[in-house]
């Protein structure tokens, strides 16, 4: 998993961007005691000058590892940030919407107290799609009436359908469309917003 992340890390450009931060920090010149530029090897025989060479040889590869592995870190805690970032953005968006639904649903309860004019002795069925379902509320001869003219439209709220006037109907769907389940178009040529003549009993 390790090898694998170190892959994805290697792959994104993360740690190529931490190496070309690290190469614009301006590079410090060996120098030696005196001031001048210290000076590789001297007049001795070659063996001196190899072993030198090996020895910075093995130095800078070591070096070279070892500076990889720092930048990969780095990109271990760039991929970790960015990663929280993210987190803690969707779980502010997530509150947000959460807070203004419960908002809409109080201001939705107030509205429709003392205007639901549902009523227990109703014993006609009115039948109407509402969230990909077939749906279905009890009214009077008198409200089916109106219901199918438009002039009442039926509210959803907390799994109940409500029937009220065509002014409420109107406020509620300003406020949250989804909870508005019928309202018919009085001028949609005999046809409800469920595509149902409203004359049709079903």
């Not at 070892?66 to 805690?77: G, P």
């Not at 799609?129 to 509210?155: F, T």
């Amino acid at each position: 998993m390790a090898d694998s992340l170190r892959d994805q890390l290697l792959k994104s450009g993360i740690v190529k961007q931490v190496q070309q931060e690290r190469v614009r920090e301006p590079a410090k010149p060996a120098s030696s005691p005196s001031g001048k530029p210290a000076r590789q090897g001297g007049k001795g025989g070659k063996g001196g000058k190899d072993g030198s060479s090996h020895a910075q040889s093995r130095g800078s590869r070591g070096s070279g590892q070892s500076q990889q592995d720092i930048d990969l870190a780095k990109a271990y805690a760039l991929r970790a940030q960015t990663e929280a970032r993210e987190r803690k953005r969707i779980e502010q968006e997530a509150a947000e919407q959460a807070r203004l639904r419960r908002e809409r649903k109080l201001q939705i309860q107030r509205l429709l107290e003392g205007k639901v004019l549902n009523k227990a002795e109703a014993d006609q069925p009115r039948n109407f799609e509402y969230g990909g379902k077939i749906r279905r509320v009890h009214v009077d001869a008198a409200q089916l009436a109106a219901l199918n003219a438009g002039e009442l439209g039926v509210v959803q709220q907390s799994g109940r359908y409500l029937l009220v006037s065509r002014e409420i109907a109107e406020q509620v769907r300003a406020i949250d469309a989804g909870q508005l389940a019928l309202l018919v178009d009085p001028h949609a040529d005999g046809l409800g917003d469920d595509g149902v003549p409203d004359d049709l009993m079903w």
